[in-house]
């Protein structure tokens, strides 16, 4: 599974941002997606996922995640973003993340 995030960059806080991850070699009703984050110098952490049946859950109201079946792209809008949302952004599957496996992610800054 080739997993691809973008649309990162940078925010002022109060700002928004919606990131994307394009899913290859499986299609998006059989696997779910995770989002983590990891901010400079923390563990990685996870903020939002969506199942294989579009059930989904973030771990904070300012943050929504969707995808777009047709296009195999899951994605996590972002609103009104905190200083302390800045990290890199991950999107991953179950097995992605047991195995260790993870892709470059994308930046996301929010300056005060």
């Known amino acids: 599974v080739q997993l691809q995030a973008s649309g990162g960059g940078l925010v002022q806080a109060g700002g928004s941002l919606r990131v994307s991850c394009v899913v290859s070699?499986?299609?998006?009703?059989?696997?779910?997606i995770l989002w983590f984050r990891q901010a400079p110098g923390q563990e990685r952490e996870g903020v939002a996922c969506i199942s294989s049946s579009g059930n989904t859950h973030s771990v904070s109201r300012r943050f929504t995640v969707s995808r777009d079946i047709t296009e195999n792209t899951v994605f996590l809008q972002m609103n009104n973003l905190k200083v302390e949302d800045t990290g890199v952004y991950y999107c991953?599957?179950?097995?992605?993340?047991?195995?260790?496996?993870w892709g470059q992610g994308t930046l996301v800054t929010v300056s005060s």
């Open positions: 991953n599957t179950d097995p992605g993340v047991r195995w260790g496996r």
């Open positions: 070699e499986i299609d998006l009703e059989y696997c779910s």
